[in-house]
């Protein structure tokens, strides 16, 4: 065991601040990671304000931060993909039963075993895991990403979540040329699926509550971009998507979205909101439309997400931060208010 620097929070009402925190020492099977950066997802924040009391409580101090890419400086004995120097990458996964039916089509994240970065029981050292706010992280070989050469390190952290949150839907859901895509709410998620639509040869089309994002949503990809809160233009695309990402962190009417889907049209749901969501039947009825939900993705495919990113030049649209700014950047999500995701540089942490 070593001692690693980190910023946690106490409770439900703390601000996070610096702390010291255990690692484990790195075993045979494991890679030990400098983290370079880490995004700040807004599930660190509902985690962190233990906002889904309900799902998934939140056991303090809580170190969070899920979209890691770091410097290798130790491998254990049997590590094969990785070295010491290596550029790696850590998710929101760092276990799972590797036997279920699940872990063996590649699609961990719906093991029932699962082990969370942050906030799920360490079945090493006890207590909970500690994410990506921090200096190090030790985590089993299979379930660390290579990062392709050429890819800005602060700006592939995001990749780690919001990357495989939005590329692994609009691929189950067959987001190709030709196809009419919504993207809901241009944030960190928002903002790659943008990216990924048009990537994809999609038609994406945003829908903002920020009247001021519609350059930004244009320069992403978008082909068009609706303000939501105007009736008269969102109108004027009901019946016609295909597909939808709602990719909205708090309260929103679905309903009006579901509207827009044509026959047999899907709206998945990645926005994770602290509040259920009502949602009208007949909309869903009339027209067989769909709505579902997805959580992150895979190994397999968050390493084809990161290849596809390398292939295509795709890394999310940051501000790099030092960790002291960290609250502030909490109260700045909370208004939308983020091109387009914080990257938290941790050599700020390193020099504390
Ligand atoms: P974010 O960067 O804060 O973006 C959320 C966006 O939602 C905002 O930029 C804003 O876009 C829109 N929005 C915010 N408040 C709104 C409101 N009251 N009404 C309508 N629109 C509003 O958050 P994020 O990191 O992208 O995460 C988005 C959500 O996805 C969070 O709930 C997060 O927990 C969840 N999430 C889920 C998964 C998963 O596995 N499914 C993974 C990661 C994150 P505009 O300014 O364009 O309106
Ligand atoms: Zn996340």
């Known amino acids: 065991m070593y001692n690693a620097k980190a910023?946690?929070?106490?409770?439900?009402?703390?601000?996070?601040?610096?702390t010291t925190i255990a690692r484990r020492d790195p075993g045979e099977h494991d890679v030990q990671m400098e983290i370079l950066f880490c995004g700040i997802c807004h599930s660190d924040l509902h985690q962190v304000r233990n906002e889904w009391d309900n799902a998934m409580p939140?056991?303090?101090?809580?170190?969070?931060?899920?979209?890691?890419?770091?410097?290798?400086?130790?491998?254990g004995s049997a590590v094969t993909r990785f070295k010491q120097g290596d550029l790696a990458a850590v998710g929101c996964l760092v276990d799972s039963d590797r036997t279920c039916p699940e872990c063996q089509a590649g699609l961990e994240q719906f093991c029932p075993n699962l082990t969370l970065t942050y906030n799920f029981p360490d079945k090493h050292l006890g207590g909970v895991t500690?994410?990506?706010?921090?200096?190090?992280i030790v985590v089993e070989e299979r379930f660390v990403l290579r990062v392709p050469s050429g890819l800005n390190p602060a700006g592939a952290a995001p990749?780690?979540?919001?990357?495989?949150?939005?590329?692994?839907?609009m691929r189950h859901w067959c987001v190709t040329k030709g196809k009419k895509v919504g993207v809901v709410g241009l944030g960190g998620l928002g903002h790659m699926a943008v990216k990924f639509g048009h990537a994809l040869?999609?038609?994406?089309v945003v829908f903002?509550?920020?009247?001021?994002?519609?350059d930004d949503a244009l320069r992403l990809g978008a082909d068009e971009v609706v303000v939501s809160r105007d009736s008269n233009q969102m109108a004027q695309h009901t019946g016609s998507f295909d597909f939808i990402l709602d990719a909205v962190s708090a309260d929103h009417d679905i309903n009006a979205y579901i509207q827009l889907l044509r026959r047999d049209g899907n709206i998945t749901l990645v926005g994770a909101p602290e509040k259920p969501l009502a949602v009208a039947a007949f909309g869903l009825l009339f027209g067989r439309r769909s709505l579902s939900g997805s959580p992150i993705g895979g190994l397999p495919e968050t390493q084809e997400m990161l290849d596809f990113c390398g292939a295509n030049n795709i890394t999310a649209?940051?501000?790099?931060?030092?960790?002291?700014?960290?609250?502030?950047?909490y109260e700045r999500l909370l208004k939308a208010d983020v091109k387009y995701r914080f990257s938290i540089d941790m050599a700020s942490l390193r020099s504390e």
């Open 208 to 214: 903002t509550t920020s009247p001021g994002k519609k």
């Open 130 to 136: 500690y994410g990506g706010y921090s200096d190090s």
């Open 7 to 18: 910023y946690s929070a106490a409770s439900a009402k703390s601000l996070l601040a610096s």
């Open 201 to 204: 040869g999609a038609h994406v």
């Open 159 to 169: 990749l780690l979540c919001a990357g495989i949150t939005t590329y692994s839907p």
């Open 317 to 329: 649209d940051v501000e790099v931060i030092p960790i002291q700014k960290v609250n502030e950047a």
């Open 58 to 75: 939140t056991v303090y101090p809580c170190v969070p931060g899920h979209e890691i890419v770091g410097r290798v400086t130790k491998v």
